[in-house]
């Protein structure tokens, strides 16, 4: 059974910073490499950045390069987003997606739940 649960959203001020967990399993963990991306109200779900599990090399959006940062931790089948000065903008859905590493959602057959971030000014 493919499978990616997040954890980790919230309310936080402009400025804070927060982490986001994907636990992984099934298919979704044989994938190469975990995306995250994100949807605002209105908008179209954006790629926020992914890494590639074995080599952890990672790509990001221009939008958050420099204040986020992916990693993860193979042995417990995890990925990680952790985001620093955030901004109101930063408000979205939040999901993780196992594929392989691309900027679009075509690449990832697996996706999680989403979880709520909300920065509030």
């Known amino acids: 059974q493919v499978q990616l649960v997040e954890s980790g959203g919230g309310l936080v001020q402009a400025g804070d910073s927060l982490r986001l967990s994907c636990a992984t399993s099934?298919?979704?963990?044989?994938?190469?490499?975990m995306g995250w991306f994100r949807q605002a109200p209105g908008k179209e779900r954006e790629f926020v950045g992914g890494?590639?599990?074995?080599?952890?090399?990672?790509d990001y959006a221009d939008s958050v390069k420099g204040r986020f940062t992916i990693s993860r931790d193979s042995a417990k089948n995890m990925g990680f987003l952790q985001m620093g000065t955030l901004k109101p903008e930063d408000t979205a859905v939040y999901y993780c997606?196992?594929?392989?590493?691309?900027?679009?959602?075509?690449?990832?057959?697996?996706w999680g739940q989403g979880t709520q971030v909300t920065v509030s000014s």
């Open positions: 099934g298919r979704a963990f044989s994938s190469p490499a």
């Open positions: 997606a196992a594929g392989t590493l691309g900027r679009t959602r075509y690449f990832y057959p697996y």
């Open positions: 890494i590639m599990w074995t080599s952890g090399y990672t």
